[in-house]
């Protein structure tokens, strides 16, 4: 990609700003990062990358919409691991999965910093660039790691394992190698209700990413035959563990707060 010495570069030129729009997914966002790292480099203009749902048009600034490339992710991941190093690929991986609207600039301002500092830039917190994607990349982290533990699958007549989440953060990802690792003679679908995505794994066979917003998804899994034994599993375990002049409806909603209950089965009637 180039020595773009962008620190070192007045990029308030004559061309003015120049705003990247993306779509919300990782690569999408990548794919922009790519553009918006290339435009600053030829001191064209200011960069910015913002994602269609957050874009706000305004009367100074033009805009580029850029589409998923997946060579251009490629090329970006690399030059993050080369010129700065995996552990802050693994960081601006795990923020682009936030929820925040700000994500996908804070991608771009921290592959900035980092195209300056180098692999130091993973140690300087107090760096503003750094800071904003620690905390997006932590938000997304321990999400995931919330979902390792609440995560419950039932199971279908046909022997599928299947289970449906609602995260705030895109983890699916994240959450799907933890499964595969601990499930790897299983055929099971985890179903992300909110993006219409899925991660599918073979029995036997690595995982894979499914698209399921156009593909009648949602008909198809309501029609899935359930035995039951999963569900009433887990209903039967809470309640033997269950100490009734124990109970803290407080600490409990601190610890599982209500958003992630809905499609936990010993919380379904």
């Not at 962008?6 to 729009?21: P, S, Y």
Request: one cysteine or more.
């Amino acid at each position: 990609m180039g020595d773009y010495g962008l620190e070192q570069r007045n990029l308030w030129g004559a061309g003015g700003r120049v705003i990247f729009t993306c779509g919300p997914e990782p690569e999408d966002i990548f794919s922009a990062v790519y553009e918006a790292c290339r435009l600053s480099a030829s001191g064209e203009g200011v960069a910015l990358v913002i994602e269609e749902e957050s874009f706000q048009p305004d009367l100074f600034s033009s805009y580029r919409p850029v589409k998923r490339d997946g060579e251009k992710a490629y090329r970006l991941s690399q030059a993050v691991r080369e010129k700065i190093s995996p552990a802050a690929w693994r960081e601006m991986y795990q923020a682009a999965l936030s929820w925040q609207p700000d994500r996908a600039d804070a991608v771009y301002r921290f592959f900035c910093k980092g195209l300056a500092v180098g692999r130091d830039i993973t140690n300087r917190l107090q760096e503003p660039a750094a800071s904003r994607l620690f905390e997006l990349s932590r938000k997304a982290a321990n999400e995931s790691h919330l979902f390792l533990g609440f995560t419950r699958f039932i199971e279908w007549e046909n022997g599928i394992l299947f289970a449906r989440i609602a995260p705030k953060c895109h983890v699916l990802s994240l959450v799907a190698p933890h499964f595969a690792d601990r499930m790897p003679a299983e055929n099971w679908v985890i179903y992300d209700e909110g993006r219409k995505k899925a991660a599918v794994h073979p029995a036997g066979k690595g995982w894979y990413m499914v698209d399921t917003a156009e593909s009648g998804w949602e008909e198809w899994v309501s029609g899935q035959g359930k035995t039951g034994d999963w569900e009433e599993l887990w209903r039967t375990f809470v309640d033997h563990i269950a100490i009734a002049s124990r109970a803290n409806p407080g600490l409990q909603r601190n610890l599982l707060p209500l958003w992630y209950r809905k499609n936990m089965t010993e919380f379904l009637q």
